[in-house]
């Protein structure tokens, strides 16, 4: 029998026995490399075989919890394809197990393993999966907030992945509720995807063939928009995770089954596969673009109307004070006002806004010219160039729209300051009449500043009405669009549409924000994501845990 095994498998050369018995578990060596035109992060392939571009292949995306099985799974996907069967007493491992606590993720990067040269085994197509780091790594939260970047990396790149046929939810069949970790991981993984993402199934692992009712009414109370089977439920499938489990007298019966159940599963997802149409990543690549520009563009438009309104500020304090103190001024050339000058600096990113504190690795992208705050958190660029809002190598989101090379990449970012200060009646005709010409010239110093408070909260409102036409743009186009930051700018933009009078675009916005509040994977984000401590010391926080 030995020969016989020996030489099915000869052909692949890349690998070396790793334990010996029944099985005798061999670990692969397929070649590895990195996926070109990503900057800064780490993307990495594993391809067995070549690959014959006449024959067609489907792609997995495998996503879940630390800890669920989902390397186990590759492996037992590797093995069915390779049509390894029982009798044969081996098992081929892909992905190489690493020393780590059982509560960390072994997956440290998204790895795209490539399954070329074995059709007609027991599939008609090669296989592509794409691996994830499992969300709720002991290593902090921080690790799950670079998991979406990535994959969009790998879904932008010409070099990476452009079309999947399934998502497959990688689930343990002992989940019994549905907690705040669960609807955290759910929700993160939703907030991949366009609303046209239709193939999304549960793989159930260390399952024992019974049908996981819990697993399946979690995906449902947790509006999950997976594909339906025959009787309206979750399309799921169920493996066990022993197949590479030592075969003794006393488990071998037991282990016959659970190969045969899993065999008999395997072969359902793959048919599945094989009647599915690749789903292609352009609208997932909108969604996280237009993710990405929402959050830079709302935070740059919002710091840029809290100076606004401390520059209307300031000019109402001038004009109180040429008011009320005309006389005075007449007869003292030296007569000062103190006003509250608005001003930029710089400060470390940890004085950031709340919802990004633990979000603020990586730093800042920001615009040298304009002084504003471009892209922060940017957690994966590893310069402006290659920063998500840098488009044409020139940035979209700053005022001037400039060049890549006047931003910079750094643990910097600004923000707006006042400080008192005394300023002579010359000193205020010099800031506010410079430059002026024609008609201008002949206005009085009040008509003057006047017409500057006017023309900011003309821009101010050119702002606003920017930023809610993002909001809207991108809950047209995602499937889920609710984040923490989307919380705190929806409430932002409220209050300044209330300060408007604007009230339909009010109560457009009071209807996202009472939908956000009500969704409960939204709140166990929070909860989650700040241990249920740091996040609320904010009073935004406490309000949206209410």
Known sequence: MATNISSKYEHITCKVVIRSGSPAVHQLKPKKENIRNVEGITLKRVTLGVKDPNKTNKTILLVGETGTGKSTLINALVNYAMGVEWEEDVWFQIVEEEERDQSESQTTDVIVYEIFGFEGKTLPYSLTIIDTPGYGDIRGIEVDANINQRLFQLFRSSDGVHEINAVGLV????????????????????????????????????????????????????????????DNEPLHFMFDNCQSKQKTKKNKKALKTAWDSTKDQMGQFTDYLKETSPQNLKTTVEVLDARTGLAACIQNLRERIELTELKQKEIKQTQEALKNHEEEMKSNENFTVEVDEPYKDKEPVSGGRWWALWLNHGGAVTCNVCKQNCHYPCPLAGSPKSCEVIKD??????????????????????????????????????????????????????????????????????????????????????????????????????????????????????????????????????????????????????????
């Open 171 to 230: 689930l343990k069949s002992s989940e019994n509720r549905l907690d705040d970790r669960l609807r955290y991981i759910f929700n993160s993984v939703m907030s991949l995807f366009g609303n046209d993402m239709e193939n999304i199934v549960a793989l159930i692992t260390h399952s024992n063939g019974v049908t996981p009712e819990n697993v399946l009414q979690a995906l449902e109370k947790a509006n999950i928009k997976c594909a339906k089977d025959e």
């Open 393 to 546: 190598g020139h940035c979209t989101v700053c005022t001037s729209k400039c060049p890549a090379s006047d931003h910079v990449k750094e643990e910097l970012i600004y923000v707006n300051k006042t400080r008192k200060v005394k300023k002579t009646l010359e000193d205020v005709k010099e800031k506010y009449e410079e430059n002026k010409e024609g008609s201008e010239k002949k206005l009085s110093l009040l008509e003057t500043l006047k017409k500057e408070k006017e023309k900011l909260q003309k821009e101010k409102d050119q702002w606003l009405e920017k930023s809610f036409q993002n909001v809207f743009k991108l809950e047209q186009i995602a499937l889920n669009v609710d984040s923490l930051s989307t919380h705190d700018h929806v409430d932002f933009l409220i209050e300044k549409m209330k300060e408007k009078g604007d009230t339909e675009k009010v109560q457009k916005l009071e209807e996202i924000k009472a939908r956000m509040e009500k969704d409960k994977g939204l709140k166990a984000a929070f909860w989650y994501g700040f241990g249920k401590i740091k996040a609320f010391g904010s009073a935004a926080g406490k309000a949206f845990m209410k």
